[in-house]
């Protein structure tokens, strides 16, 4: 298990929501950006959206369906996510850094993902 812990994945369809959290584990994150990637099959890890440590500051790679939040008080960030499609279907990741940012690799730390499957 690493520093972060993902939750909340499951099988659902097609219009359906779904609330993914992501804890830390074993240390704390005070001070750090959070971010949502997503792997889909065959598909390269992709951005889906960041928060910086206030909230202030949000990106997303599309708006609307998805949106971003924290609760700094027990160091987890959701990820809510209506409207779901099938193409949505992926393993979703957590990830923290200092610097917000949408670029995966500047992301040093990881969970280990949570599957979340659309079924049409």
């Known amino acids: 298990q690493g520093p972060l812990v993902e939750s909340g994945g499951g099988l659902v369809q097609a219009g359906d929501s779904l609330r993914l959290s992501c804890a830390a584990s074993?240390?704390?994150?005070?001070?750090?950006?959070k971010a949502w990637f997503r792997r889909a099959p065959g598909k390269e890890r992709e951005f889906v959206a960041a928060?910086?440590?206030?909230?202030?500051s949000t990106y997303y790679a599309d708006s609307g369906r998805f949106s971003i939040s924290r609760d700094n008080a027990k160091d987890t960030v959701y990820l809510q996510m209506n409207n779901l499609r099938p193409e949505d279907t992926a393993v979703y990741y957590c990830?923290?850094?200092?610097?917000?940012?949408?670029?995966?690799?500047?992301?040093?730390?990881w969970g280990q993902g949570t599957q979340v499957t659309v079924s049409s």
């Open positions: 990830a923290a850094d200092l610097v917000l940012s949408r670029t995966e690799r500047l992301y040093q730390y």
């Open positions: 928060i910086s440590w206030s909230g202030g």
């Open positions: 074993g240390r704390t994150f005070s001070g750090y950006a």
